[in-house]
């Protein structure tokens, strides 16, 4: 039922002509992976390879994702469900200062861009119900959150999204981290640098769906590391 809600989700939208980004996009990103994931990661927005393949977090921004979920344990299409902010491509025409040749360059959505795509991204958070959903970047925080401080303050520390349902509030834990993108341009991979901050938080986020699974599912808490046994139990682990 929630794969093919989420599947009529995505082909309401898959024309969608609400902000002007789809007069310049190839392809609509609307998402993948695993829709019974308890980890919704939300990035920004498409770029140049997500526009091309129309899948979320491709190129560089995407492996170093594989990579650090790999690092914790997690699986990118049977542990989370990848999305953005915006479906689609923001771009910025720019002059080359060396060629004096016009070129294409990611940018950050506009509020009102962010406002368009927002139905399509509540909607989506009502339907996946996520035990955690992690933000890359601080765009995807502020848009979910409204919390503008640095990221250097605020990453990895767990912070709360407020959704109104239709009969009380709906409340989800966000984690945020630093963007894929912004890693792929750092070269300090010190324990206390970026990398290692992030790559700790990734740790972080599997203690913590390892803590509700054991509270909501009577899941007993797994050794990630290879010391013992994972011990089955029910629910949608």
Known sequence: MKAQAV???????ADCKRCGLHKTRKHL???EGNVDADILIIGEGPGANEDDTGKPFQGDAGRILNDLLTSASLDRDNDCYITNIVCCRPTAKNIDERTEKETVENRVPSKIEREQCWPRLWQLIYM???MLIVTV????????TSKAAKMGKIRGRVQTMV??????Q?????MPIYHTAYLARIHDHRPEGPWGQTANDLIEICNIIDHLRKVYYGIDVPDRW???????????A
């Open 128 to 130: 996946i119900d996520p």
């Open 7 to 13: 599947a009529a989700l995505a082909k309401k939208w």
């Open 170 to 174: 709906l409340r989800y834990p966000v």
């Open 29 to 31: 990103v609307f998402g």
């Open 226 to 236: 290879g010391r013992e046994k994972r011990v089955k139990g029910k629910g949608k």
């Open 163 to 168: 959704l109104h349902g239709r009969h009380t």
């Open 137 to 144: 970047g601080k765009v995807p925080l502020q848009a979910l």
